[in-house]
Structure formats: structure tokens, C-alpha cells
């Protein structure tokens, strides 16, 4: 990893793929107008309080929420990789580590996505990066130059490879 970080590069900024920014466009988009119309719909008709089923009320509040959420996250999410950083912002949170601090990564698969996890030294922690962000060489570089982690991993819970 010392050669990459030696090779003075420029900041890169990565964003979502454009197809993924805009399903959580319309996800957000959706889902909040559904909450709005739920919303309009209880006020007009007086139901918003003492309503026999609150569930909908709730939901109602909450979709909007949701929506927001979604908007969000096609917006704000990025991965910020300088030459001695990395930082990845979500929706609403935003984690950063030096590259120094790395100890390796894994590429984790859950029902609904994939990501790479990079694990800090010290068990201080980790950082998720989805696999839907439009990385680039450099992106690619920076991760063959640190340690698969999978292997150790198998190792020491005896997976057959």
C-alpha cells in the first residue's frame, strides 16, 4: 500500500452509478408522496386523531421519513479517497480513516448488496463501501495494494478454500 500512497495522486470523489442514484431517487420519491397523500388524506377527513387504526397514522408519519431517507442517500453518498484518506458518506452519517490505519478488507455479501468492508487496525472499527459506487482504476489499485482479508479468515475457522 506505501507504493500508492507514494505515487501523489489527486483527490477522487466517487458518486453512486447513475442507475443506482436514480432508483433511490424514485424509491424516495415514491414512497414520500405515498406518505404525503396518506397524510393529506387523514386531515381532510378527520381522522387524524382518535382514528380506530393509529397503524396507518403511523405510517403516515413515517413513510415521509423513509422517502427522505432514500432522497438522501442518492444525493449525499460518495467515497472521497486523497492520497493519505478515505472517507465514505452515507445518507447521514460520514466515516473517514488514513489508509495507514487499514488493516485490510472483505467483500461481504448481504441479501439486497454487496460491499467491500474495510477493516482498521486495532479493531477500532470498519468502514462499509457499497459496490454500487462508480469506482475507477485508482479505486481498484488502492485495493489490490492492501490485504484480502478472506483468507485469514478461513484459516482461522478452518473453512476448506
Request: glycine share 6%.
Amino acid at each position: 500500500m506505501d507504493e500508492f500512497i507514494s505515487t501523489g495522486q489527486v483527490r477522487h470523489v466517487y458518486q453512486l452509478k447513475w442507475w443506482v442514484q436514480l432508483w433511490y431517487l424514485a424509491l424516495g420519491v415514491l414512497i414520500g408522496g405515498i406518505g404525503f397523500v396518506y397524510i393529506i388524506a387523514q386531515t381532510t377527513s378527520g381522522d387524524w386523531v382518535g382514528s380506530p387504526d393509529s397503524r396507518v397514522s403511523m405510517l403516515s408519519v413515517f413513510l415521509p421519513v423513509l422517502g427522505c431517507y432514500f432522497v438522501a442517500l442518492a444525493l449525499r453518498s460518495r467515497v472521497v479517497l486523497d492520497a493519505t484518506t478515505i472517507s465514505v458518506r452515507g445518507a447521514i452519517l460520514e466515516k473517514s480513516a488514513k489508509l495507514c490505519d487499514i488493516k485490510g478488507y472483505l467483500i461481504t455479501e448481504t441479501r439486497y448488496a454487496s460491499y467491500w468492508r474495510l477493516e482498521l487496525k486495532d479493531n477500532i472499527g470498519t468502514i462499509s463501501i457499497m459496490r454500487s459506487f462508480d469506482v475507477d482504476d485508482d479505486f481498484r489499485t488502492l485495493l489490490s495494494h492492501m490485504k484480502n482479508l478472506e483468507e485469514d479468515y478461513q484459516k482461522m475457522f478452518n473453512f476448506p478454500s
